[in-house]
Every structure is written in C-alpha cells, then in structure tokens.
C-alpha cells in the first residue's frame, strides 16, 4: 500500500486554483468547521499561531474528516521540525523565510527520502503511515510532498531565479507583510516598490514552472491575484474572520 496521494499537489501540479484559510487559532473545532466551509486546503500555522506537535496533530484529526486539504507551515526550514510535521502525515509544507538557494536545497532535501533527500526514517512508527498500516509509505512519500518556500526579503526577490530553479521547489510562495517591511514598507503592502517586487517574483515563478501561492484579507484583491497566476491562495484566517463576525454582530445589538 502507497501512501496516501496529495490531492492539492495533483490540484497544483495540474495548475488548478486553490483557495484555502489560514489557521492561527490552534483549535480542533475550528480547524474541522473551516474544512467543512468550502475552502479546498487549510493551512496550520506553526509560525505564528501558538501550535505544537501535539495542537497540530489535533488539527490534521479534525481535518481528515473534510473534504478540506491540510497543510502546515513550520516556523523555520530546520529539519528537525520539518521531519516531525511529516511524520504526522502532513504532505504539503510551507517554510518561512528562505533567501537563498542554499537554504532551498537544504529544506528540499529535509522533507524527501534518501534517494531525493535526508529525511529521517521514522515513519513507519508514525501517523504519516498510518502507524505502520501503509507497508510502502516510505518508497512512496517522496512522490506526494509539496514544497512550498516563501519569498519574503529582498534578498530572496534577488535570488528568485535560484530558489525556483532548485530541485525540489514546488512552489514560490509570497509573504507580502514580512517582505514589506525588509524593504522598508512596514505595513505599506501595497506600496508601489513592494508590488512591483511581488509581481517579479510572480513573473519568474512562473517562467520555472513553479505554483504561485500568497495570502490576503482583503476579498476585492482576490481575483486580482489570481490574474496575477496565483493559484494558491489564502483568503484570510480565522482569527481574522471571527473577529469581523463578532465585531458586525455586536454592532448590531439593540
């Protein structure tokens, strides 16, 4: 038995939009209503969501009873928590801050097996295969793992090219706050220079082969990214959205 095929990679790879949410809560609860709402992924923030191992391993639960896709972003590229989060049976990761090509290559090889990578061989003991129950998890993971990196430094938009042509990439994603403010725009996102900068990463993404992904919170910017070739795209995060909600109901209290 193989492991499990990644149906948001197979979406990705085949060029489909994919509109996901941005999980920051650390709850099961929300994680399972989010994944029933429509989005096709939810992604579990482990960079600045208050999640561990063990909140993550809740919301891959809550998650796998939905038709909603996981993914997990980690709070560096070390391939210690990488092989962990793998180890829970996530398929599709997203790594923070990577500038460079080296940096690439080292988190490319992180989350693949010998063969492609270095990931350790721990699996088998492990959620991802199913505790031992998928007998061909290990000569088959590699197939299924999505990589995205993100560009969010000037000079991660320099060496663009490099990092989307490592082997291993298989998606650029933009994090339009953090690259902001290295550029000296803090919280002027929509600077002229920051957009320019998004729009050249998007450009040479596109030219490797490369999915594009970004997140944004605001709805009339949707399309807009997605003309642009964004084809994963956040459309928010649920503290954001219950905070709206609960900010418009008490609003209209009596």
């Not at 972003?73 to 180890?87: A, C, F, H, T, Y």
Request: a negative charge; one cysteine or more; glycine letters at 10%.
């Amino acid at each position: 038995m193989p492991a499990p095929q990644n149906a948001l990679k197979a979406a990705l790879d085949d060029g489909d939009i994919q509109n996901g949410l941005w999980l920051t809560l650390a709850s099961g609860a929300v994680a399972e209503i989010a994944g029933k709402a429509g989005f096709d992924w939810c992604l579990i923030d482990a960079e600045h969501g208050p999640n561990t191992l063990t909140t993550i391993q809740t919301q891959l639960q809550a998650l796998a009873g939905t038709p909603a896709q996981a993914v997990v972003r980690v709070p560096s590229g070390e391939d210690w928590i990488l092989k962990q989060v793998l180890d829970l049976g996530v398929q599709t990761v997203v790594v923070p801050m990577v500038n460079t090509a080296q940096q690439a290559a080292l988190v490319a090889s992180a989350v693949r097996y010998p063969g492609q990578g270095s990931r350790g061989m721990g699996a088998t003991l492990a959620r991802a295969s199913g505790y031992g129950e998928i007998v061909d998890y290990v000569s088959s993971a590699n197939e299924q793992i999505f990589l995205f990196v993100q560009i969010e430094s000037t000079e991660a938009v320099e060496n663009v090219d490099a990092i989307a042509a490592t082997p291993g990439v298989d998606g650029i994603f933009v994090g339009p706050a953090d690259l902001s403010a290295d550029m000296g725009f803090v919280g002027q996102m929509d600077a002229p220079e920051v957009i320019a900068a998004i729009d050249h990463v998007y450009e040479r993404a596109k030219a490797a082969g490369k999915a594009i992904g970004t997140v944004v919170f605001d709805a009339s910017d949707f399309q807009n990214q997605i003309d642009k070739g964004v084809t994963f795209l956040g459309l928010g995060a649920d503290s954001f959205a219950l905070q709206t909600s609960l900010r418009t109901l008490a609003s209209k209290a009596p």
